[in-house]
């Protein structure tokens, strides 16, 4: 199987402490931009598949909106309960003002 960066969305429209939901190669990714610190995380729930674009973002973390449980953003490990397994997280990279994310 072979992996490879696709270029999914102009670094302008990922403000800091914005969110922004994608589907890259059939894949629902959430862009995440803390402080300034870009993650590329799955936008689906461990918990009960619920979408994660609503949550609150913090220092490091996004908290689902639907039963609260926090996700760490770099390694998608959860942080509290409901949750008990990780999201999955993506490479991300910036080229030329353009975010990357390994799919
Ligand atoms: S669906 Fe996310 S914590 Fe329950």
Not at 51 to 80: M, S, Y
Request: net charge positive.
């Amino acid at each position: 199987m072979s992996t490879s960066f696709t270029r999914v969305l102009a670094l302008a429209e990922l403000p800091v402490n914005g969110k922004k939901p994608l589907s890259v190669a059939g894949k629902p990714i959430l862009l995440c931009n803390v402080n300034g610190q870009l993650h590329a995380i799955s936008n689906v729930c461990s918990h009960n598949d619920k979408p994660l674009e609503r949550g609150r973002l913090g220092n490091g973390w996004i908290a689902c909106p639907t039963h609260g449980a926090r996700f760490d953003l770099a390694t998608g490990k959860p942080l509290c309960l409901p949750a008990t397994q990780p999201i999955k997280t993506y490479e991300l990279r910036v080229v030329e003002d353009w975010i990357e994310v390994l799919v």
